[in-house]
């Protein structure tokens, strides 16, 4: 399984496919997104820890301070309770007190005022107050089995010539003169050898014990609570209190010390490392899982959104494969109003303006076919033509028929202009010049019944126009306007910036509104020559110039009609292409 996926992991970054846009995304959000999450999530966990540590290690301090506090309270009572007694012995007016049981009146007086104090020195925590005597003789509770206490390991590991306060230290108080007697009270003991050479009691020793059942108890909670390993030493090398469980000393040990001023004892609290940090541990654990998670989401999030915005682009790519292969009709849908949703807009505009323009080149191709495949037709044999009309114009001559004779010239001038198909475009000269063989044929036929008046600048002679555009417009000026062929023409060809403006206007019989506005329609049913005329020369300045360009009607019905022409100024070149100016 691992080969395999090492396989394709190698597979796909030698391919290059690392290298797309959503491989690049996803690795742009994921370094943007864990960046800051780890760091946040270190400095929270650095922060954190330091807290807790710092608050942990303060709480240990401050309960070892209180158990030093509570049990130097204990032991500095039973000092001044010893003290006091120890003074009450060293006074010479209390020499009546004896070494055994006393005898005399004065002495069990003296016995029974001495037993008072003790009494009165008693607190709650008191568990016991004696002077032992070197006979073995005692003052205090008649409860002590004298033996019993000699025979206590605490009891016996007290030095005989301990000068001072000795502290016996924690033991339970098992000395009662019968075995029912016994307490089992936790006791702290204090012994404190009495050295009065000149006083009676030299030799004896004062025990005092107190109750140590409530600070044996503060040791458990804070051994509990803080999960540490408890130890009072005393100055001798003596352990005075430690903790039951196991417990193998490191150098990594967290410890907390405090030396009781009392006596001098050492109270140490000893905590493993591992569970001084636990919880900074913790802290630390959950930080990480949190990160691992939040970095899961980010990378699914992150793949997720790269693939939903590289998706939009892989389809755009294919469409524009799909224009590339000629599929014109493919459009982009439209799924959102983002920069990605713009641009599938504008790629919809461009293939729409792209099919349009090759729907309309199309349509010009066809109609250039169409229009060189009549011309074709209209080629045939023109010289039979020619040679038949000279025979009838030497014909004309020879019967003395002036007028048909020069009928047939200016005939056989506008067809030779009409039959020439070398050239599409020529010169407004040329083509005004064939104008003139026809306006002569219609003066032989009708007389001098019609004026034209031409106003064109010989400059403006050696611009192109589309091949045989005007006949068909005078054509109609005297089919359909003059009636009888009476009238005035007029053909006005101007300049306005870089197009040339012809105006051809008549006095004719006009058209009606209706009329007007279907000349320049296209329609296939249409039959005869109304109107075929000027829509073929319409559709010429369209084809070579564009549509902006061709014809427009004014006509008013008895009043006459104005044709109208602008197209963009082109001359002639020497190689007999046009060119344009």
């Known amino acids: 399984m691992n080969i395999q996926w090492i396989r394709q992991l190698n597979k796909r970054i030698f391919s290059g496919s690392y290298r797309s846009i959503r491989t690049k995304l996803l690795f742009c959000f994921l370094i943007v997104t864990l960046i800051p999450l780890l760091s946040l999530g270190a400095l929270s966990y650095y922060q954190s820890a330091k807290i807790i540590n710092s ?3 303060k709480y240990g301090e401050n309960a070892v301070a ?20 120890y003074s009450y012995l060293l006074d010479p007016a209390h020499t009546d007190l004896r070494n055994q049981a006393p005898v005399s009146y004065s002495e069990i007086i003296e016995k029974n005022d001495f037993e008072a104090l003790l009494k009165s020195l008693w607190t709650d ?6 002077i032992i005597t070197p006979s073995g003789y005692y003052y205090g509770e008649n409860n002590l089995d004298v033996a019993k206490l000699r025979n206590m390991p605490e009891w016996k590991t007290k030095p005989a010539s301990y000068k001072g306060l000795y502290w016996l230290g924690f033991y339970m108080q098992n000395h009662a003169m019968s075995s029912s007697g016994d307490s089992n009270l936790p006791v702290l003991g204090l012994a404190v050898p009495i050295h009065n050479s000149n006083g009676t009691q030299n030799g004896s020793t004062i025990l005092i014990e107190e109750n140590a059942q409530e600070l044996i108890h503060m040791f458990k909670l804070f051994e509990t609570d803080t999960k540490s390993h408890l130890t009072i030493k005393a100055t001798d090398g003596r352990i005075i209190y430690e903790s039951a469980s196991n417990f193998t000393k490191k150098d990594s040990d967290i410890t907390w010390i405090r030396t009781l001023a009392v006596n001098q004892w050492t109270i140490e609290a000893r905590l493993p490392a591992k569970a001084f940090y636990l919880s900074s541990g913790i802290i630390r654990s959950n930080t990480i899982v949190v990160a691992i998670i939040s970095c899961l989401l980010a990378f699914g999030l ?8 590289t998706a939009r682009i892989r389809t755009l790519k294919d469409s524009m494969q799909k224009v590339s292969f000629g599929k014109l009709d493919t459009r ?46 209209y080629q045939i044999n023109p010289h039979l033509l020619f040679n038949t009309l000279n025979s009838i114009q030497w014909k004309a001559r020879l ?17 030779e202009g009409n039959l020439d198909i070398s050239q599409e475009l020529i010169t407004v000269g040329r083509e005004l010049r064939m104008i003139e063989h026809f306006l002569k044929i219609q003066e032989i036929r009708y007389g001098n019944v019609f004026s034209y008046e031409l106003n064109c600048e ?14 068909p417009l005078f054509e109609n000026i005297f089919f359909h306007g003059f009636t009888d062929g009476i009238g005035v023409i007029k053909l006005d060809v101007t300049v306005e910036k870089n197009e040339l403006l012809l105006t051809l ?16 329609v296209p329609d296939p049913n249409r039959r005869g020559r109304g109107g075929l005329g000027v829509q073929n020369a319409d559709q010429k300045f369209k084809l070579h110039f564009g549509p902006q360009y061709g014809l427009t009607v004014h006509s008013t019905k008895g009043e006459g009609t104005a044709i109208v022409i602008h197209w963009p100024k082109e001359e002639e070149r020497p190689d007999g292409y046009s060119k344009e100016n």
């Open 125 to 130: 925590q008191t568990a016991g107050i004696y």
């Open 302 to 309: 992150a793949y997720l959104f790269s693939s939903r915005f």
């Open 505 to 520: 206007r008549d006095n004719g019989a006009g058209m009606t509104e209706e009329k007007r506005e279907r000349l320049l």
């Open 399 to 415: 019967e003395g028929a002036d007028d048909i004779r020069q009928m047939l010239y200016h005939l056989t001038m506008v067809l």
């Open 55 to 57: 608050q942990f290690g």
């Open 66 to 85: 209180q158990l030093e506090q509570q049990t130097s309270s204990s032991l500095g009572r039973m000092k001044q309770m010893s003290e006091t007694i």
């Open 458 to 471: 010989d400059s403006l002679k050696q611009y192109l126009i589309p091949r045989m555009t005007l006949q």
């Open 332 to 377: 982009m849908p439209i799924e959102g109003r983002d920069e990605l949703g713009s641009l599938d807009m504008s790629f919809n505009r461009m293939v729409s303006g792209v099919q349009s323009l090759v729907q309309e080149v199309e349509q010009s191709e066809r109609l250039k076919k169409e229009a060189e495949l009549k011309a074709f037709h």
